[in-house]
């Protein structure tokens, strides 16, 4: 078949490359496979829970000055308080003054009885007795022992005084050999004899005074140190009767009639009312911020009093620890031991800060972010933040927020755990 042939029997039709059902079928996967891009890159994909404004707290972040203080529930103590105690062990006779009485220094508040502290002061009475007794005899017994001694040596120094007359005369008639030497011999002798007599009288007589002088001595110290010993027992004696040792009021008695007490037990308490002081609890963790000379202040009755923190018990229990403030100033007036009061407690000077007010979200985020308000108003948005301190209305803000920026400072706990939220 010859080419003219063909294109004589023949039209040859040419295949077209692009239809317009392809290229809508392209452009339509072009379209999906973009927006599928851009949701993967751009999109929001964060949790977002709807929430209504009305029932939610929205507040304004501020700069202002932060006033470092913690409110803290302080209790009307008496300013000095001193306790009552068994001097003596024994059993309650009697009770004289009744709890909430006013008492004087050395009224007698109740009696105690103690059958062997009465033994003990007729025992020792006795043998004070007994000693002082042996004290008059050795005396008697000295005056004696000096008299005969006395007499012993009137007559020592009479016979001496008659020998040595006889011994001279003696002498004197040996000269003329009027006697015989054996004669003259024995005058000489017996002389001799008395002198040495008369000294050792003497020195009997000193040695002997002496020797009753240290007994005497040592007689009167013994019955001094009974006689010391037995007042220190009449002392405990006299101990049975519990008395006040100040003017004060007698806040409670713990005695019934009958009833045995220790040495050393408490009995009760005196309440000293010419001043009170506060007494407060704190968390431990303003332990190290908590120093003595801090102020204070609360209000009563329509008025404000100052107080300054003087002492901190070292005692931390459950915890918290104590302390104790006094009014430098005035005292509230009608104020009764027991009554509570907030007490603001100023840790440091005021400082310029960016200021939250206090809210509920801090229980759930633990002050390390907050839902911060979009410009718009139509969401809010989870934001990291730092907080450093807090009073009884406000958190410095040390990090994460600025001035004017508006935060949710409700509780988070129906939020669960969403990233963002849409105001309606």
Do not use: C
Request: no cysteine; hydrophobic share 40%.
């Amino acid at each position: 078949m010859s080419d003219h042939e063909i294109s004589g029997m023949d039209r040859i039709i040419e295949k077209k490359k692009w239809t317009v059902k392809r290229v809508s079928i392209i452009a339509a996967s072009v379209l999906v496979a973009v927006f599928i891009l851009y949701q993967f890159i751009f999109a929001d994909r964060s949790v977002k829970l709807n929430v209504q404004t009305d029932r939610i707290s929205i507040e304004e972040v501020k700069k202002d000055y932060f006033l470092d203080n913690i409110t803290i529930t302080g209790t009307v103590q008496p300013i000095v308080t001193v306790y009552l105690d068994a001097l003596e062990g024994g059993r309650v006779e009697e009770i004289l003054i009744e709890e909430g009485s006013d008492v004087k220094e050395g009224d007698v508040i109740l009696r105690l009885s103690n059958t062997n502290l009465h033994m003990s002061i007729m025992n020792r009475e006795a043998d004070l007795a007994d000693q002082m007794n042996n004290l008059r005899t050795t005396r008697l017994q000295m005056e004696q022992n000096k008299l005969s001694l006395k007499s012993q040596l009137l007559e020592t120094r009479y016979l001496l005084n008659d020998a040595e007359r006889k011994f001279e005369q003696a002498q004197a008639l040996k000269n003329k050999e009027f006697i015989s030497p054996e004669e003259y011999q024995e005058a000489k002798d017996d002389y001799e004899y008395y002198q040495n007599m008369l000294n050792l009288v003497v020195e009997t007589q000193k040695q002997d005074s002496l020797f009753r002088q240290v007994q005497i001595e040592q007689l009167e110290d013994s019955v001094e140190r009974m006689q010391e010993n037995l007042r220190l027992v009449r002392t405990k004696l006299e101990n049975l009767n519990v008395r006040a040792p100040v003017d004060g009021q007698l806040a409670w008695i713990n005695a019934e009639i009958g009833e045995a007490k220790a040495e050393g037990q408490r009995l009760g308490q005196i309440n000293i009312l010419d001043s009170y002081k506060i007494s407060a609890e704190i968390d431990e963790h303003y332990i190290s911020r908590v120093v003595r000379g801090l102020r204070g202040e609360f209000e009563f009755n329509g008025s404000d009093y100052e107080l300054k923190l003087t002492k901190i018990h070292a005692e931390v229990h459950d915890g918290r620890f104590d302390v104790d403030m006094v009014f430098p100033n005035e005292l509230p007036p009608r104020m009764r031991i027991g009554q509570t009061f907030r007490v603001k407690l100023e840790l440091g000077e005021p400082r310029e800060a960016i200021l939250i007010p206090r809210g509920g979200f801090f229980q759930t985020t633990g002050g390390q972010w907050i839902f911060v308000v979009d410009e718009s108003g139509d969401f809010a948005v989870k934001r990291d933040i730092r907080i450093n301190r807090q009073n009884s209305k406000y958190y410095e803000v040390s990090e994460g927020l600025e001035p004017g920026e508006k935060v949710i400072v409700s509780s988070y706990d129906n939020f669960g755990d969403v990233d963002k939220l849409i105001l309606k």
